[in-house]
């Protein structure tokens, strides 16, 4: 005979308004009869009625469960668990598929192999939490072992592999799983598996093998044509699915529109538009809406995707962030900052692709104070800490000049990508801190990460700033034997950019001579430009002349060729190299700086006197001249680069684009804050000497980001050890 328990239930009173009440009254009953245990209901009127406490207790343990772990809650739902009496399968199911979800994948399995009755829902949930903890080994052996699979047991298990990268597992599984329950969602599970291992010959190969197609196939193979760059593939497998008569999906519709939008196919792009409009998605889908106001930022067709961002009915965090990048990508800084102010005001929520979004742009214009104010939403959010936004406040933060902040970021990052590193290797090599960028790359590798090409591009940018040749040599070798890296134009030209800086001139020339590539137009003006640095005429006059027959026109070469024969007072050739750009049209790029202030920008050519503060800022450079002399600056005339007496040298000197914009932002800021101006060309020697001791005589930070590095003058000296 069973024992007998003690239980105390529930009697339930119901009245005759809309509040019942519960009163418990023990009795004793055999356990075996829990199962058809009825609760007893009885009326005000004193009618009574039956319900099943089986279904009753299943609902409400459930719902005890579930609330638990959606506040993640996990021991304590399990403690729920246990005292269960005789709990049902689904109940089962609900705790090992939470333990999975938390990657305490023994306690799921352990759990499973207690259920009395397990029915195949059980069995997949298992097999799935074992794959969502990475565990394809045990989940295999669970597979193997069901005593009953559906189509559902493998297509789990078959995409799970996949994900995972266990592509030839799951290929053989997929082609043993019985004919009968191969359906449509097994065919697609394995053709965007494929493609999500970069196996889209297969795919496609699958794909035109399937017995029958749906929407879903269709899209699938068109989004994996196009995250592996083939996108006019992908535009050509949306033509075939229209002429098919399939219906396109919304998700057909962004697949079709993103691969547009990378290679700018506007005429298609605006077919697929013309889709949309026809089945009705062109307003009212918020994702079909982004997709087609990104395609046409993409196409630089603004106004359009302006056009269709005013038509659309219902404007979600998806389509403002998509406006915001596309005024980015066209370099409208100001009106994406606008848009994205204008979408937090009217109350949307901007995400983590938000914030990257706009922080990009305040990079673009170097906006340090916009930065710092989208930096403190984004933390108010819970966002800095994200991959995405900490790597654009790392670049943001790089480019307005504050490296340190940079770091800051970057270790407050939670998983750090590959993009991560990079950043902020770049960003360190940027700055001249070389050191900084060697000591983060020894990290990465103890962390594991993998470099890149990037990271090399990095690597020796930072080697090149700081003088390091024997480093930089030793990466290029490094880099080259290895087999996920391949070496590019770029890193050879990065490479003879620090024998070039270094003055090894002809080791430089012979590695240009040796590249298993032929060296372009790039490659010979680094090598012209370290010429210059060095005033070797020989061999600038052998780049120049290769730039010449590659590039007849390249401003660039005749500059710094004319720079260095006026250096070296060779009057004559200069005039004759300003003949030739004189006749064949070449125009030389104007040195302009600028600085950003209260997010205008301010931005000033040499000797310019068009600025409402021009008559201010002159008094201002007349003044810091007289400072200087007096301790003791003289003009290095080598960098005045025309033929003209003395004192015009020297006024020529005195009024470079950079003095101006560094004179205007002493007027305009608090005295003893940092001032970051910008320069399209390189700063001259001479202007690099007088910036030291301005920032001396001022007591202030100079930051002036020139087209190769940043350089952070103060207290007379200057960040790169007047080494660039």
């Known amino acids: 005979m069973m024992p007998k328990t003690r239980f105390m239930l529930p009697l339930l009173v119901v009245g005759q308004g809309t509040k019942s009440n519960f009163c418990t009254t023990p009795f004793w009953i055999g356990s075996r009869n829990l199962r058809s245990l009825s609760f007893t209901t009885i009326a005000v009127n004193g009618s009574t009625s039956s319900i099943s406490v089986n279904s009753f207790n299943i609902k409400s343990h459930k719902h005890l469960l579930s609330h638990h772990l959606k506040n993640q809650r996990l021991d304590d739902a399990r403690a729920i668990f246990d005292q ?11 705790m090992l598929l939470a ?6 994948l023994c306690e799921a399995v352990n759990l499973f192999r207690q259920i009395p009755s397990k029915d195949v829902v059980s069995w997949n949930s298992i097999i799935k939490g074992c794959l969502h903890c990475g565990d394809s080994v045990t989940a295999r052996k669970l597979f193997d072992e069901m005593p009953h699979r559906t189509v559902v047991s493998w297509t789990t298990l078959i995409d799970g592999l996949l994900r995972l990268g266990i592509v030839e597992e799951a290929e053989t599984l997929f082609w043993a799983m019985p004919s009968v329950d191969k359906d449509v969602a097994a065919w697609n599970a394995m053709i965007h598996g494929y493609c999500s291992n970069g196996r889209v010959d297969d795919a496609l190969r699958l794909f035109h093998n399937m017995p029958l197609k749906d929407v879903i196939s269709w899209t699938s193979m068109i989004a994996g044509l196009d995250h592996n760059g083939k996108s006019e593939q992908a535009l050509l497998l949306f033509r075939d699915m229209v002429a098919s008569s399939v219906t396109p999906s919304s998700t057909s519709l962004v697949c079709g529109l993103s691969a547009a939008a990378k290679i700018s196919a506007l005429h298609v792009g605006v077919q697929i538009h013309c889709s949309a409009f026809k089945v009705g998605y062109r307003c009212f889908d918020e994702f079909v809406s982004a997709s087609l106001v990104t395609f046409y930022a993409s196409c630089k067709q603004m106004e359009t995707a302006c056009k269709v961002f005013e038509e659309t009915v219902c404007k ?10 596309g005024y980015g990508f066209n370099n409208k800084h100001q009106l994406a900052l606008k848009v994205f102010g204008e979408m937090m005001r009217i109350g949307v929520l901007p995400n983590e692709s938000s914030f990257t979004s706009a922080l990009n742009s305040s990079s673009g214009l170097g906006d340090l104070e916009r930065g710092k104010v989208i930096h403190a939403a984004g933390i108010k959010m819970g966002l800095e800490a994200g991959v995405y936004m900490g790597n654009s406040l790392v670049v943001m933060y790089s480019k307005c000049g504050y490296v340190s902040d940079a770091v800051s970021v970057f270790k407050g990052i939670n ?16 700055h001249g801190c070389g050191m900084w960028a060697l000591a983060l790359f020894n990290q990465m590798l103890r962390e594991r990460v993998d470099p890149d090409e990037i990271t090399l591009t990095g690597l020796l940018s930072a080697c090149s700033h700081s003088g390091m040749l024997q480093k930089a040599r030793c990466f290029f070798r490094y880099f080259g034997q290895k087999r996920s890296v391949t070496l590019t134009i770029e890193h050879y030209a990065s490479m003879v950019d620090v024998l070039g800086r270094c003055g090894e001139l002809e080791e430089a020339e012979a590695l240009v001579m040796s590249m298993p590539m032929k060296a372009n137009s790039m490659v010979w003006l680094v090598l012209l430009s370290a010429c210059r640095k060095h005033s070797n005429l020989d061999v600038a006059e052998r780049a120049a002349k290769q730039i010449y027959g590659m590039e007849p026109d390249c401003s660039s070469a005749y500059v710094l060729l004319s720079n260095l024969y006026a250096s070296s007072g060779r009057w004559a050739e200069v005039a004759r190299i300003r003949r030739a750009m004189k006749h064949n049209g070449v125009v030389k790029q104007p040195g302009s700086s600028w600085l950003t202030l209260k997010g205008l920008k301010h931005e000033f050519l040499s000797a310019d006197r068009s600025h409402p503060l021009a008559e201010k800022i002159y008094q201002k450079l007349d003044w810091l001249g007289v400072k200087l002399k007096e301790i003791g600056y003289v003009p290095d005339q080598h960098f005045a680069l025309h033929d003209v007496e003395i004192e015009q040298k020297e006024e020529m000197l005195s009024y470079h684009s950079e003095r101006l914009a560094i004179a205007f932002g002493l007027l305009s800021t608090v005295e ?6 910008m320069k399209n060309l390189r700063v001259c020697g001479d202007c690099h000497n007088a910036i030291k001791l301005m920032a001396k005589i001022v007591d202030r930070e100079i930051v002036v980001r020139d087209s190769s590095r940043f350089h952070h003058f103060k207290n007379g000296i200057c960040s790169c050890g007047d080494y660039w």
Do not use: F
């Open 84 to 94: 269960i009496p005789s709990p049902h399968v689904s109940l089962y199911t609900i």
């Open 415 to 430: 998983e750090k990508s590959i993009v991560s590193w990079n950043s902020i290797i770049v960003g360190c090599a940027q």
């Open 672 to 677: 003893g804050t940092a001032i970051t101006v």
């Open 316 to 325: 979600n965090v998806v389509v403002w962030t998509a406006l915001v990048t």
């Open 99 to 104: 333990y999975a979800q938390n990657h305490r």
